[in-house]
Structure formats: structure tokens, C-alpha cells
Antibody, heavy 116, light 110 residues
């Protein structure tokens, strides 16, 4: 079964850091681009970052310089290092398998709460 | 990069058809045939319903269809069923390895 399982969410103070993980199974992880997408409570989806099969990272302006996406193909794992966290980063974070055309497999998400 | 514009809500009766629009710019929707649509039920992860404007993944009902004209993409659901009630999001590739989502549309089946 193709599956993505996120972990690492939690409560962190403003300015703090958190590292999210996404464990992939059931497919050849190294052959796929991967994404992180977040959703604040009651709000829409927001693309957070992507990483190509060669490890090339991409970010929107809202997180560039604060978030770092990485992957470890030997462990079938995707990561998101989040630094200088703000209240506005509070959301459910999903990892998703994707291409330029679509994101076809999603995890169930992990919740990040930034609050003092 | 601004979010794509979707209506906040649409509604329809069982058996009817509805269309959800997704308006972007010439830098995203208008430039690429890389629009996808996602269905999200409350508390669940998004599910891919349409990709590359009008293609359906295996297992998605043919009641779901997509199209695009200029800077606006559309998702049409025909033969509405109660289980279609959900939030729907469009997404477009925006160049330079960036993606942008729409604000989401809540579909209510009356």
C-alpha cells in the first residue's frame, strides 16, 4: 500500500524550531518529487515547499530562509526543518508525493502549533 | 504569489450539475496546463480528483470533469451525490518550481 506518514508536530514557542518527518512506503521514494503543504484551521491549502529527486529544494516567499526541506532516500524519508516559527505557521502540515502536474498521495498530516 | 480565486461556496441538489471556477493569472493558470483539483472531506487529507486540467486519476468517477479557458479553470461535477459534499481546491503550477492553491470552495449538496 502506498502510504505517507507525517510526524514531529507539536507545540512550540514563537521563534522556536521544529523538524517534521514524513515516512514513505509502498513506492520507490527516490523516484518522486515530494511536497509539504499546510492548512491552518478553517483555512485553505498552502504550498510550503518541494524537493526534486536530485534534492533540489523550492519554497514560496512566505517560508524561504526559515524552512528547509530535505530527503533521505535510503530511509524513504522526507523532512521539513522549520526555524524562526511564527503564529502564522500554525497549521496541519501534510507531505505529498507529486510531480509538476499533481500531488497524488497525501499523508494524514501532523499539527504544528506556534504559541507562547 | 497570490492564491487562485475560487467562490467560497456552491450548492446543488442531488442529480444536478455544478461548476466551480478557479481564476488565476497569465503567470500560472494561463501559462500552464498543469491545473489540478482536490477534494477534502472534514478532518481528512486532500484527494486528487483532476490533473493536467482535465485528466482523471484511476478510480475517480467520470462525474468529475475539468476544463480551462484563459486564466480560469473549472471543475464540473455532474449527477451530484451526497458524498460529493466537501471542500474543493484548485492548484496550478506557477513556474520556477512553485505551486499555488486556490482558497477553496465548500460544496453543499442540498
Amino acid at each position: 500500500e502506498v502510504q505517507l506518514v507525517e510526524s514531529g508536530g507539536g507545540l512550540v514557542q514563537p521563534g522556536g524550531s521544529l523538524r517534521l518527518s514524513c515516512a514513505a512506503s509502498g513506492f520507490t521514494f527516490s523516484s518522486y518529487d515530494m511536497h509539504w503543504v499546510r492548512q491552518a484551521t478553517g483555512k485553505g491549502l498552502e504550498w510550503v515547499s518541494a524537493i526534486g529527486t536530485a534534492g533540489d529544494p523550492y519554497y514560496p516567499g512566505s517560508v524561504k530562509g526559515r524552512f528547509t526541506i530535505s530527503r533521505e532516500n535510503a530511509k524513504n524519508s522526507l523532512y521539513l526543518q522549520m526555524n524562526s516559527l511564527r503564529a502564522g505557521d500554525t497549521a496541519v502540515y501534510y507531505c505529498a508525493r507529486g510531480t509538476y502536474s499533481y500531488m497524488d498521495v497525501w499523508g494524514k498530516g501532523t499539527t504544528v502549533t506556534v504559541s507562547s | 504569489q497570490s492564491a487562485l480565486t475560487q467562490p467560497a461556496s456552491v450548492s446543488g441538489s442531488p442529480g444536478q450539475s455544478i461548476t466551480i471556477s478557479c481564476t488565476g493569472t497569465s503567470s500560472d493558470v494561463g501559462s500552464y496546463n498543469l491545473v489540478s483539483w482536490y477534494q477534502q472531506h472534514p478532518g481528512k487529507a486532500p484527494k486528487l480528483m483532476i490533473y493536467e486540467v482535465s485528466k482523471r486519476p484511476s478510480g475517480v468517477s467520470n462525474r468529475f470533469s475539468g476544463s480551462k479557458s484563459g486564466n480560469t479553470a473549472s471543475l464540473t461535477i455532474s449527477g451530484l451525490q451526497a458524498e460529493d459534499e466537501a471542500d474543493y481546491y484548485c492548484c496550478s503550477y506557477a513556474g520556477s518550481s512553485r505551486w499555488v492553491f486556490g482558497g477553496g470552495t465548500k460544496l453543499t449538496v442540498l
